[in-house]
């Protein structure tokens, strides 16, 4: 099977712009989850999808949000940028189905970068 | 909210000594999982304990669940050069808004040869 892929895979931008960050999980799994991880905060959890629905949302402003397509794909979009957002954001995949085990099979990460 | 508070923040040991994380959730969990993160990498899932005072081993590695399903650690033995990087543990909450993964901010270990 094919791993988790996410695009791009390195960004920079400037503060005030936007981003969109793309997810690709393993066939067959419905529930996406990202991350953002910093070397002082550790891995946050931002929201996870699951067939098209936010199951869950962590702590993180509203300049943060996501979405799950109908073939599981997720994007994540970050507006108005600012300094503080620079990190790896990684997706994760999961079956999502309760009673399994619940494995998170991690992608490569985004770098973003924010000037 | 929930919380994960992991320990140490890092460790460097001699090749051969044995290491031990520990990881400590504010609620109940439903499952805790392990991950570990080589450097430059991204985690990659190791082990789920589920049960109350649950204990798995894989080969040198030994995790433990606690009674109260609150704590959890993972045990290395003997420490290997390709043991060096940072270990996660994650805990499932019980559900609602607990429900999601939560990471502690992971144990760094260095190994020297």
């Known amino acids: 099977k094919a791993g988790v892929t996410q695009t791009p895979r390195y960004l920079i931008k400037t503060r005030g712009q936007q981003v969109t960050l793309s997810c690709s999980p393993i066939?067959?799994?419905?529930?996406v989850s990202w991350y953002q991880q910093t070397p002082g905060q550790g891995l946050q959890f931002l929201f996870e999808?699951?067939?098209?629905?936010?199951?869950n949302k962590g702590n993180f402003p509203g300049r943060f949000s996501g979405r799950q397509f109908s073939n599981s794909r997720s994007e994540m979009n970050v507006s108005t940028l600012e300094l503080g957002d620079s990190a790896l954001y990684l997706c994760a995949s999961s079956s999502g189905t309760s009673g399994e085990v619940d494995t998170q099979y991690f992608g490569p990460g985004t770098r973003l970068t924010v000037l | 909210g929930q919380q994960v508070m992991q320990i140490p923040q890092y460790q460097h040991v001699q090749e051969g000594e044995d290491f031990t994380t520990y990881c400590n959730s504010s609620t109940t969990l439903s499952n805790i999982q392990w991950y570990k993160q080589r450097p430059g990498g991204h985690p990659v899932f190791l082990i789920q304990?589920?049960?109350?005072?649950e204990v798995k081993k894989q080969k040198r590695l030994t995790f433990q669940f606690g009674e109260a399903k609150k704590n959890s650690s993972l045990h290395i033995t003997a420490t290997q050069t390709t043991d060096v990087g940072t270990y996660f543990c994650?805990?499932?909450?019980?559900?609602?808004?607990?429900?999601?993964?939560?990471f502690g901010k992971g144990t760094l270990l260095t190994v020297n040869p």
């Open positions: 304990l589920v049960k109350s005072g």
């Open positions: 994650a805990g499932r909450g019980s559900g609602g808004s607990n429900y999601k993964l939560t």
């Open positions: 999808y699951f067939s098209e629905t936010q199951r």
């Open positions: 066939s067959g799994h419905r529930s």
